[in-house]
């Protein structure tokens, strides 16, 4: 028995919990693959449903894309409000035949359950229903107020969700946004995560001749558009890892020597990391971090493809007349989107060889992300994980960026908070997918902790800054 | 009538060649499908047919791939042999419908013959049938020995035909080979070609991560193998065009100053050059040399393709964990194939990043080829090509390989003659392929009268050094 009585009301019902997640989990709500449309409008009816079921008013609401579920409970009058977001659309499951058990048919093996999306993120966003359901059942009310927006198109670029949150900034107006689509460092190690990268991604587009061209007739005259993107590809980033963009690094501001200190403590090994996690011959990157720092707290540069001439097998003796590279930076605060694009482009036009004509693209751009350590929300969520869990609570980062944190901060003015109950090893977008129970209970209860913290806050403590 | 009677025969008979020529032209001989094999044979069997109806005795010869045809006339006593190379396979027809007339159809429109293959090569193989035709009619006889030796394979990597010359060295024994598979600088410009640059093709493969990883969770720390390969290339050659390979230009021998000042004088224009074939903003490549220079005597270095990452539409935040380059060097007398790899092979392993390994593997190599051209033959060339076109002689270059000629001289210890008769804008492998009329008539005249002087040659003037 703990002295929480809706902890107590979970514990008792950790059996039923875990069925009606493999209910879920059966749904094969594939966002990006039109024949699983059904499967869609299937998995959000059944959020609706149960949130229904607990007593939170819930809809679905259809637009362009897969529909979103929206619910609410708002009848502690004082207490703040948080928005709780989730996303029932799962990754497709390619290569099936990789998976030890099929990926609609949750299984228990070993303290885990394995299916597609049972951390990812299926398994975290049920973990605010059941501490809703404790809560209620157990109290009779919730200690705060709670919106939930649940989406389908997290796994394809969010776009109903974005229009949705833009045209409905009053229904969804809070004081925190909580996410729980994020992981552990280690198995027993919480984590909160303080930071997101930034991304901007661009295509840079390389025109020569007016068509294709034989090498051999015309090689030593003809511009060539993949020679072009070679030569800036190498003068974008030094082969020790630092961009060579003039500006680039003008805003980075590294966190405080107090958190880089606290990543030098945690159970990082950079050499267990480079061989089951990377599988090169080293860690590459800028000498001058730690590892955890280059990927945290550091931007960065990558060339993800090259389009254009022969890629078959074999020779073919072409000269394109056009080519492109899709280039992106991780960015870092206080590295702004729109203006290291803009550092970018003028560089890469800067670099053009002769006969060579440049277009720049940006594909999209996100900002990155930074948590005020500072705030009250922050100390709570550390104070409820270090009671679930044990042990002391990282102040972590992430490398990837989680857009939907940045429309949150952009349209309607809040913070998040990212506590996440998956792990590095749970195969995301891979075969085998997992979720340990155990993090999928403890997370429950760290919730119930944290909403009765936050209830007690009152308004106005209110808005997360 | 001019004063040899076997051009005069030929001249009467000019409406019965093209008739013939249009017959071969309507056989779909495309070595590279294999649902063509039965027009390969064919072909094969009606070029055999038409060297035994002119007494020259002919056999198709079957193997591994597309069937060889072998004639030889050899009662010229005491007269020098020249083997005669062409080839009957043709490149495909896509895009077919950009073709104004069907490719198998050859259709005669403004002078010129359309039809797949009508330039390459059937219709300048034609012309050495011909001239045989007209001297044995006209005269009773050939001033000189021939062997005909005519490939299916030449747009498919010529590996039948290799085999045949290194296993039949005696039977093909001669002085020199005669091959028609080039064309004039322009117009009434009769040309020989001197030169022709080989080429070295390479792939480099780039091996950074045990497989793709996430750049948002790995960028910073993970090698990449696109970006290693952006550094690679840019360290290979400068955006001026010069390799920047030590040692790359050590061997290149530039034409003496007579040949240069001679292609000084031809009539080219740069920027029509430019507008018209290339479509770039400006021509590129060392400036220390003119463009000509560029492609007939100068090396160089290009890529070809990048494969490895996403290529697809839109972004794709993937670290790939292996990539690779195809990149080829076209080189020059007295650069060769083996050496120059060697040198490149080098150079890559050298400039490999932290974290990439690099493996260089050689596709292909062709030496350069430099028709010496105080040889008789060639003065017998030239001037025959004079009297039968006018004008003077361009003694040109190719910026491409022919490799065959390279073969001949490696297994057989020949050089060759590269008399051609098709013209720059004849579009090879292209929509609309075409051979113009005055060419084709033309060059069985000239092939009449390069056999008679050839043949008062007699042996031991013989073998062509």
């Known amino acids: ?10 514990h008792e019902h950790h059996a039923r919990f ?6 879920l989990l059966r749904i094969p709500s594939v966002s990006t693959l039109p024949e699983h449309k059904p499967d869609m409008e299937r998995a959000a009816s059944w959020l609706a449903a149960r949130l229904a079921d607990l007593g939170i008013e819930a809809e679905t609401i259809s637009g362009n894309g897969h529909p979103l579920v929206y619910g609410e409970w708002l009848h502690a009058t004082g207490a703040p409000t948080i928005l709780i977001y989730g996303h029932y659309d799962v990754q497709p499951t390619d290569p099936v035949e990789l998976w030890e058990t099929p990926p609609f048919q949750p299984t228990v093996r070993n303290g885990n359950i394995y299916a597609r999306g049972a951390s990812d993120d299926k398994g975290q966003t049920m973990t605010f229903l059941y501490a809703a359901e404790s809560l209620l059942q157990a109290e009779g009310k919730l200690p705060l107020n709670l919106k939930f927006l649940l989406e389908g198109e997290e796994e394809c670029g969010s776009g109903h969700l974005k229009e949705y949150i833009a045209g409905n900034g009053e229904r969804l107006r809070a004081d925190v946004v909580q996410i729980a689509d994020s992981h552990m460092f280690a198995p027993g190690v919480p984590t909160l995560e303080t930071g997101l990268r930034g991304v901007v991604y661009t295509e840079v587009h390389a025109v020569g001749a007016a068509h294709d061209l034989h090498s051999g ?32 690094y003008q805003d980075v501001r590294m966190p405080d020597e107090g958190i880089l200190h606290s990543w030098r403590d945690l159970p990082f090994d950079a050499e267990t ?16 971090f730690t590892p955890l720092e280059r990927i945290w707290a550091r931007p960065t540069l990558d060339v993800h493809g090259i389009v254009g001439g022969f890629t ?46 440049l277009e720049v693209q940006l594909l999209h751009g996100d900002d990155p992300v930074l948590v005020p350590v500072d705030s009250a929300y922050v100390q709570i969520a550390c104070q409820t ?7 002391s609570v990282v102040l972590g980062r992430s490398g990837g960026s989680i857009p939907v944190v940045g429309v949150f901060k952009e349209l309607l003015g809040l913070n998040s908070i990212l506590m996440g109950w998956g792990l590095p090893d749970d195969n ?35 808005r997360m800054e």
């Open 1 to 10: 028995m703990s002295s929480v009585a809706a902890i107590d009301y979970a």
């Open 18 to 23: 875990l069925e009606e997640l493999k209910a």
């Open 385 to 391: 994980l270090q009671q679930t869990f044990g042990g």
């Open 312 to 357: 078959g097998h074999g020779a073919k003796t072409v000269i394109p007349g056009q080519a492109a590279a899709k280039i992106s930076m991780r960015i870092v605060p206080n590295q702004r989107a729109d203006q290291i694009f803009e550092l970018f482009h003028n560089r890469v036009l800067d670099l053009a060889p002769p006969g060579v004509r």
């Open 428 to 462: 995301l977008h891979a075969p085998n997918e997992k979720f340990m129970l155990d993090n999928f209970y403890n997370g429950i209860d760290a919730t119930i902790r944290f909403w009765k913290e936050v209830g007690r806050l009152g308004r106005p403590a209110g």
């Open 273 to 288: 990391f480079r061989a089951q996690e990377v599988g090169s011959s080293e860690l590459v990157g800028e000498p001058e």
């Open 217 to 248: 007739l015309y090689g030593g005259v003809a511009p060539n558009p993949l020679n072009a993107l070679g030569h800036i590809i190498a003068e974008l980033k030094d082969i020790y890892g630092h961009v060579t963009i003039p500006g680039f």
